[in-house]
C-alpha cells in the first residue's frame, strides 16, 4: 500500500541550509506522522525549518505562535458567546446557527487544511507547563470535538508537525513518547560558512574567516551570559559590509561594532575584563 | 542476538525509552527507511532519544550494542530477520480481549515505576537470549516475562526493580521542580475589569427582560512574590548543578507576581550580594526594608559552617566589611520580618547533625532540596500565619 505520505520527501531547501541528519529526522516524522521537536540554541534555525519545509514540498503553511498566556484550547476554536448574545438582541443574523461563532484555532486549521498542512508550534514552552498535556489526545489523533456544534474535526489529512522548544522547561514524558525529536547542535565552522554564503553570496573570503574566526572565539568564553548566534553573526556582517570596515584592523581586542554580537551589558564588561587579562 | 537487546541497553544508560519509541523504531525498519548501521544510529536516534542532555548516554548504548556481537556485518540482517518473526509473535500473542494499545498501557505503566538504575547482570545481554533479564513471571495478562529465550512467546522481557528508586534521584527532573513550584499560588482578582463574567452578564439580561448587560470581571493572577537567598559558598559547589536548575526554573516559570534574588557567603550578614560573583550588594537592612512581609523567601544553603561563622560579629572572610550583627541575629531578623519563609538543603537530611544545621533549623523550617522536600517546604510556605 502506498501511503500518501510516500510522496513527501524533504530534501532542504535553497535558502535554508540543513544537515543530512536534520532532513532524514523531517522524512521520519513525515513517514510516522508524528510531530518533530526541534530544540537547540537560539539562532540555530528552529523556526526557518517548518517554513524551508512547507516551500519546498509546497505545502500550506500555517504559524501557531506559543505565548505565556496560549492555553491549549485557543489551538482548536473560541465559541463566540457575547457575539451571539449580541446578535440575539439586534436580530442581525439567524442566531441558531451556532456554526458563525465559532472561530478556528491555528491547530484546527491545519486538521482543516484541503491540502496536507506543515504546522509549526513555536516556542512551545513559553506556555504553561501543563500546555503540551492539553494537547496529547488532539496530536494523536488528530480530531478532536465541539459539543457547541455535536461535531468532531477529523484532520483530512494529518498536517506535518513541527514544534520548536527551548528547552527551558522539560516537556512532559507522555508528550515526548508522541513525538520525535532532534536537537539542532550549533553549526561548526564550516556549516557555518555554507550559512553566511547563503545570506551573503560572494562574500569575500577573507572577510568571511576572519568574522568567523572571532565568532568562535568569542563564543568560547563560557561565562557570558548570553553566546552570541547565527542571527547576531549575520547582522555584525551585514554593518561590517555596510560601513566597508577595513578587516585588517579587526581584532578580538578592536572589535567594531560589538553590540552587535554582545547585547548583554553585564556581557561586554565581562568581556573587555578578560581582554586586560590576557 | 537480537535487536531487543539495544531496548535493554538503552534503558541501562538511563533512556528512558518505551514500547511507543520501540514500535516507531520497527515501523522504520519494517519500511526500509534503516537500511544499515548507520540509518540505525541516526534515524534511530530521532525516534528513540528525546532530549539533547541523552545524546551522550545514546553514543554509549550504541557501542556498547555494537560490541555485543562479534559480527557486526551481518546485524542488520538478522535484525531483520528477527523484527519479522517479533512482528508475527506479537499478533499471536495478543489474543485477549485487550486492545494492543490496552496492553502497552500497562507496560509503560510499569516501565514507568521501574527507572532504569543498575540492572544487575545486564552484561549478559545477547548472548542466549535474555535470561538475565527477570524471568520471574511478573505479570499474567498481556505482556508476558519469559525466561528462556526471545523465541518464545513473550514479546518484551520486563526487567525487575533491583534498586528501588531512591527519591533523591527523581529530583534532578525539572520538570518536577516546575510542577512543585507551581503549586506556590495564591490566587487574587487584579488588574482591570476585562473579562466578561458570563453568569452573572445573562443574569443581568435576564432581569432586564432580554436587554442586554455585560458584566466584566477581573482577571484572577497569581499574588505570590518570591524571593530566592542563595548561598554561593565554596562548600555549595558539588550540589551547584541542582541550585541552578531550580533557580533557573522559577526565573522562567513566569508564574509570580514578582520574582527576585540574592546571594550570600555561607551566611547572611549585614550586606547581601546581587550577582554571583558577590561584588555588587546591598544592605541587608535595606533588603527587609524594600520587601514587605508578604514575600515568599526561600534560603538554599547547606547551613554549614565554622560556628563563629554564624555566631560572632564576624564578617564575610574574603572581603573587609565593618564589624556588625552576627550572621545568626541576622537570620532571626529575617524570619520575623517575612511571614513565610523556609530553608533549602540540598545535603540529605540524615547528615543535618552539624551543630550550625542545627541552629539555623531551629530559626527556619528547613527541608531537604529534594522534590518531597519542596512540596514539603511549599506547603509550609502557603500557610497562613
Redesign the interface.
Known amino acids: 500500500m502506498i501511503k500518501n505520505t510516500d510522496l513527501l520527501y524533504y530534501r532542504g531547501s535553497s535558502n535554508y541550509v540543513a544537515s ?2 536534520l532532513i ?2 523531517v ?3 513525515i ?2 506522522e ?1 510531530p518533530l ?1 526541534i ?1 537547540g540554541e537560539p539562532g540555530t534555525g528552529k523556526t526557518m525549518l517548518a517554513k524551508s519545509i512547507a516551500e519546498s514540498l509546497n505545502l500550506p503553511f500555517i504559524v501557531w505562535n506559543i505565548k ?1 498566556t496560549t492555553k491549549a484550547k485557543d489551538g482548536l476554536y473560541f465559541y463566540d ?2 457575539q451571539r ?2 446578535d ?2 439586534f436580530h442581525d443574523r439567524d442566531i441558531s446557527n451556532i456554526r458563525q461563532y465559532i472561530k478556528f484555532g491555528k491547530l484546527a486549521e491545519a486538521f482543516m487544511s484541503e491540502k496536507k498542512a506543515v504546522l509549526l508550534i513555536d516556542e512551545i514552552d513559553k506556555a504553561d ?1 501543563e500546555f503540551p498535556n492539553d494537547l496529547l489526545n488532539e496530536l494523536d489523533e488528530m480530531s478532536f470535538y465541539i459539543p457547541e456544534l455535536n461535531e468532531t474535526i477529523i484532520a483530512k489529512s494529518r498536517p506535518i508537525v513541527i514544534i520548536t522548544s527551548n ?7 507522555a508528550f ?8 539542532i547542535a550549533f553549526p561548526d565552522y564550516e556549516l557555518m560558512k555554507k550559512i553566511i554564503n547563503v545570506h551573503f553570496p560572494g562574500i569575500h573570503e577573507k572577510l568571511l574567516t576572519k568574522a568567523l574566526d572571532i565568532f568562535y572565539e568569542i563564543r568560547k568564553i563560557d561565562e557570558l551570559r548570553k553566546k552570541p548566534s547565527t542571527s547576531e553573526l549575520i547582522d555584525w556582517i551585514k554593518i561590517l559590509l555596510i560601513s566597508a570596515y577595513d578587516i585588517e584592523n579587526i581584532s578580538l581586542k578592536n572589535l567594531p561594532y560589538i553590540g552587535a554580537l554582545i547585547k548583554k551589558e553585564q556581557d561586554l564588561e565581562l568581556f573587555h575584563r578578560m581582554l586586560r587579562y590576557r | 542476538m537480537s535487536l531487543l537487546a539495544f531496548f535493554y541497553i538503552l534503558r541501562h544508560n538511563g533512556i528512558p525509552i518505551t514500547a511507543k519509541e520501540w514500535f516507531d523504531l520497527y515501523n522504520l525498519l519494517k519500511e526500509g527507511i534503516i537500511k544499515n548501521l548507520d540509518d540505525l544510529y541516526y534515524k534511530g536516534k530521532t525516534v528513540l532519544v528525546k532530549s539533547e542532555k541523552l545524546y551522550d548516554a545514546y553514543d554509549k548504548a550504541y557501542i556498547e550494542f555494537l560490541n555485543i556481537g562479534k559480527d557486526i556485518s551481518n546485524r542488520l540482517e538478522e535484525i531483520l530477520k528477527l523484527l519479522d518473526e517479533e512482528s508475527k509473535l506479537i499478533n499471536r500473542n495478543f489474543k485477549s480481549d485487550e486492545t494492543l494499545e490496552e496492553i502497552l498501557n500497562k507496560f509503560n505503566e510499569r516501565l514507568k515505576n521501574q527507572r532504569v538504575k543498575h540492572i544487575g547482570g545486564g552484561r549478559h545481554i545477547g548472548q542466549k537470549g535474555f535470561s538475565p533479564f527477570g524471568n520471574s513471571g511478573v505479570e499474567r495478562e498481556g505482556i508476558r516475562v519469559s525466561g528462556s529465550s526471545l523465541h518464545n512467546r513473550a514479546f518484551f522481557v520486563a526487567t525487575e526493580r533491583f534498586f528501588k528508586n531512591l527519591r533523591e534521584d527523581v529530583f534532578l527532573d525539572g520538570r518536577n521542580i516546575a510542577l512543585a513550584l507551581k503549586k506556590l499560588r495564591h490566587f487574587q482578582n487584579a488588574g482591570v475589569e476585562d473579562e466578561v463574567n458570563l453568569e452573572e452578564t445573562i443574569d443581568a439580561t435576564a432581569k432586564n427582560f432580554g436587554e442586554i448587560e455585560i458584566i466584566f470581571k477581573k482577571k484572577k493572577i497569581n499574588n505570590i512574590k518570591l524571593l530566592l537567598l542563595i548561598d554561593n559558598g565554596g562548600s555549595m559547589e558539588p550540589y551547584r548543578d541542582k541550585v541552578e536548575r531550580l533557580f533557573s526554573i522559577a526565573k522562567h516559570l513566569r508564574y509570580f507576581k514578582d520574582f527576585k534574588y540574592f546571594y550570600f557567603h555561607n551566611c547572611i550578614y549585614n550586606n547581601i550580594y546581587t550577582d554571583t560573583e558577590l561584588w555588587k550588594s546591598i544592605p541587608t537592612s535595606k533588603l527587609i526594608r524594600d520587601f514587605d512581609q508578604d514575600w515568599k523567601v526561600i534560603i538554599i544553603g547547606d547551613a554549614l559552617m565554622a560556628p563563629y561563622e554564624l555566631y560572632n560579629s564576624f564578617q564575610f572572610i574574603y572581603r573587609l566589611e565593618k564589624k556588625g550583627t552576627p550572621g545568626i541575629e541576622w537570620l532571626k531578623i529575617l524570619n520575623k520580618h517575612f511571614k513565610n519563609a523556609i530553608w533549602l538543603n540540598p545535603i540529605p537530611k540524615i547528615q543535618w547533625q552539624h551543630q550550625t544545621v542545627k541552629a539555623i533549623m531551629n530559626i527556619f523550617p528547613m527541608f531537604p532540596l529534594t522534590i518531597e522536600g519542596i512540596e514539603e517546604g511549599i506547603k509550609q510556605l502557603i500557610k497562613k500565619n
Open positions: 543530512k541528519e532524514d529526522a522524512n521520519i516524522a513517514h510516522l508524528k521537536i530544540r505565556s458567546t457575547v448574545l449580541n440575539a438582541r507547563i528547552s527551558e522547561k522539560d516537556l512532559p514524558d515526548l513518547r508522541r513525538c520525535v525529536f532532534h536537537y
